[in-house]
């Protein structure tokens, strides 16, 4: 088979059938988490790969995803035309940083992991305060946002659990944006990014939905954004757009509670807060939508409001 017909598979093909989650009890599928959902025959043929080659690719394929053999009938998952465009940007985007920054930032990040508290006196760490000093904050505003738990057995959820934790009551672990015993609002803009953030075992999570009224004082730092000036602040975006970006100095994780990956974002987390910044608005590292980080929930910096009870949510559900 041309090599062309191979790399078009490579580009689009993400799962099978098998790779989708189970509820562990009553092994029910869920809906389609990765990928969108099309039969194997149907999927190369849209591909526009001539019938004379099908045979060997049955012959041959494999999910890239879980190994399993792949024949006419099996339902497949590929990636939507928005999917790939999302991708296409982002590698452009870690390409870029990758030859300009990563030297500097690689240094910072070993240089963090050695004094993990005194990054401003890195000169590295003295630029991502400079640039936030002089980066423009946004307000949100009249919006609908998600957070989202993992079910734990047969456990209701009310609205209390679907709120931040109280450090005084509850262990909270370091996070992303947030340091052991620390407790920040973590939201998505949709259910189904809120379902794949949260890392769910389940084939159902549950959600609470918000309604931010007023926030003030945001970072938008998303990967596609139309605000221009957003590239002179290389750095912050290395540090938080997205995963692949903020992994890239980190080449292993460590047991127990050391997590080296999150050293660069949580120092840039604090050096949001010291500047008066009360929250970031990122691209998500599991799906093709919006997070949001909120230091300050406080009445006196955050106006939001619940909306109805907490619910179980299925991936794919409307």
Known sequence: MPQKFKKLMAE?????????????????????????PIQFSDFISE???????????????????????LDEFTMVGEKSKSEMRMEKLIQERIYSINNTIYPE?????????????????????????????KIKTITIK????????????????????????????????????????????YLSSTKNTCFKEINCDSFFCWIEQFHIIKLPNIIDLRVVNSDKDKVNYPLLAAGIMHEELLNIPIDRKREGNW???????????????????????????????????IFDYSAEACEYEPIGKPFRFEYGEN
Not at 22 to 36: H, L
């Open 105 to 133: 930032l690689n240094k910072f990040c070993q240089y963090l992991e050695r004094y993990p508290f005194l990054g401003a006196y890195h000169k590295t760490g003295q630029q991502i305060i400079t640039d936030l000093q």
């Open 259 to 293: 997590n080296p990956e999150y050293l660069l974002s949580r120092y840039i987390a604090d050096s949001c807060q010291v500047n008066g910044i009360n929250g970031i608005l990122y691209s998500s590292t599991k799906d093709y939508d919006d997070n949001l980080v």
């Open 142 to 185: 009249d919006e609908i946002w998600f957070r989202g738990r993992e079910p734990e057995g047969v456990k209701m959820f009310y609205l209390k659990d679907l709120l931040p934790p109280p450090p005084d009551e509850v262990r909270i672990n370091e996070r992303r944006y947030n340091h052991a015993g620390q407790s920040h609002f």
């Open 12 to 36: 689009k093909l993400v799962s099978c059938q098998h790779c989708q989650p189970r509820d562990a009890k009553t092994k029910k599928k869920s809906t389609w988490v990765y990928g969108s």
């Open 47 to 69: 591909l526009g790969i001539p019938k004379e080659f099908h045979d060997s690719i049955y012959n041959e394929a494999c999910c890239p995803n879980c190994g399993r053999r």
